[in-house]
């Protein structure tokens, strides 16, 4: 449960993970008995007094300003613990830093606040800046609406790109994403075409991580190794057959089976949005 061995260093846009396994294991080899930790700064995008709530596997501590404002340093999991409301004023920067420890099984971790006219929500990336001494590397990365591309803008034109295939790793949600082919984008020559194996659904959150060694190049520079959080644009749904054919505005009104109907029910039929536990 130290800090003592740096496993990797990447960017996070927000602390909202309901699975860290596949992070730990490409960061450190193991997904067990291991720590993370996220450090910057913290500001509030109006004033007043701010509740911070963190809920992890396993435990975990959170810093403003160099004082515990959350302390639960306990081998045990998805036990919310609260702030107490802590002042902070439209603009103003604070240190911040949240760390937990990884003992055996799942590991997850989520910090949200809430405040008067803000409701209870995952902090979200406009409240964060890196630390910093934190180099963030210009690239861009975004999904394709149709989820089946992953696009990396650079800052200058790519080349030798032909072996990062093999270099790179991206994780949908807690699942590694199989990477079809790399290629230089037709249309613009400082951008790889990243196509994947199967379509990125809609809010599904894509973490890319390429470890730096696959010989890629942006201009006269060799790209480093970067992990980052892409930019879903996806809009694609898992559909069958099936549900292709039917009209999603007027779903099927009947009981679905006659034979035991109830006098009184409540058709469920319809969209659904799902978020696996």
Do not use: C
Not at 3 to 26: M, Q, R, V
């Amino acid at each position: 449960r130290d800090f003592a061995e740096l496993g990797a260093t990447t960017l996070d846009p927000d602390i909202n993970f309901p699975g860290l396994t596949g992070t730990f294991e490409s960061a450190t080899g193991k997904t067990e008995h291991t720590t993370a930790r996220w450090t910057g700064q913290i500001e509030a995008p109006e004033t007043g007094e701010y509740t911070f709530s963190a809920i992890g596997d396993n435990g975990f501590r959170l810093y403003l300003d160099g004082n515990v404002v959350i302390d639960h340093w306990e081998p045990d999991w998805d036990k919310e613990q609260r702030s107490e409301p802590i002042a902070l004023k439209a603009g103003e920067k604070h240190d911040f830093k949240l760390e937990m420890f990884q003992d055996t099984g799942g590991a997850s971790m989520f910090l949200r606040w809430e405040a008067d006219g803000l409701k209870k929500q995952i902090v979200p990336e406009s409240a964060f800046t890196p630390p910093a001494d934190f180099e963030v590397y210009p690239v861009a990365l975004s999904v394709a609406q149709n989820g089946k591309r992953l696009q990396a803008t650079f800052r200058d034109r790519v080349a030798d790109w032909r072996k990062v295939k093999e270099h790179l790793k991206i994780e949908v949600d807690t699942s590694p994403m199989p990477v079809k082919s790399v290629n230089r984008a037709s249309n613009n020559p400082n951008a790889l075409v990243i196509d994947l194996a199967a379509p990125v659904q809609k809010d599904q959150r894509v973490k890319v991580a390429y470890d730096g060694k696959g010989g890629l190049k942006s201009g006269s520079e060799t790209v480093p190794e970067i992990g980052r959080t892409a930019k879903n644009l996806s809009t694609h749904r898992l559909t069958t057959p099936w549900g292709d054919k039917l009209d999603k505005n007027h779903p099927l009104p009947e009981y679905p089976r006659p034979q035991q109907v109830r006098d009184q029910w409540k058709n469920l039929n319809g969209p659904w949005e799902f978020a696996g536990a």
